[in-house]
């Protein structure tokens, strides 16, 4: 199968202009079964980037607004009693689906956030004690506000977990907004761009990322990355095995856009702070000593010794 990554990278920076990297790390977690994390200020393109992506890849698409008042039923479905089969039937709730925008994830209650996770580590929801598998594929894309912001709250470190990047678009330069203002004079961008693989292609791509191969010399650096973590001092909870294998997968895809059926260290390095920022928590005497999580990591994969390149071979 040819290798069609390009092809849909390009069609999405169509209409998210100026973000390349951004949409090359959302594409990479969508192409290593992980679910992404969009964290910034309403207006960056939240929405669109994941409208974008279902529409590029001929995805079915739901999105949920999350509010106080959404309830965890609205999310994974319930079951009604129909009077004339005499019997209870499910009904789908937002999840049945191939990439679910998760709007404002943190602006909900704990209990409603909680009923994704199921669905976003095993990829099925159980309602009165029935399981019910979810379409393949599936992405979740949550966005949330800064923590901080009027009417949110943390998420849990349970769920945060769950994420396998967490990213932010940022505001625009000044050339792509002007772009971006020029582009939305006579039509709306997203109606410009076509459907360029179908989600069976998506699936498969998805396998040949699984296979792609990462050598033990790659497993041990990014062991060595997350023991630093671990035994950092001014880190109370470093990258859990979750985290660490979510590095794996997501290397790979870096390799898998790139052409590559191997993993190098810079495919690690690459996607280290975007797999770990999220998961880390502080000792609160960083604050002190004005140690952010970003530059404690920058620090680690600047004191971690990478493996030489005749040792990532196959």
Known sequence: MINKSQLVIDEVKKVIIGKDEIVQKIFMAILAQGHILLEDIPGVGKTTVALAFSKVMGLDFKRIQFTPDVVASDVIGFTVYDKEKEEFSYKEGAVMCNLLLGDEINRTSSRTQAALLEAMEEGNVTVDGVTYPIPKPFNVIATQNPVGSFGTQVLPQAQLDRFMVKLSIGYPDFKSQVDILRDRQEQQPLEKIVNVISKDELLEMQKEVYEIHISDAILEYITYLTEATRNHSLIVQGISPRGALAICKIAKA?????????????????????????????EQRSRIADHTIETILQQIIEQVKSPDVQEVGF
Not at 261 to 273: C, L, R, S, T
Request: aromatic residues 10%.
């Open 254 to 282: 870096k390799a898998y856009i790139s052409n590559r059926n191997y993993v190098i260290p810079e495919d690690v390095m690459d996607v280290f702070k975007d797999t770990s920022a999220h998961r880390i928590i502080l």
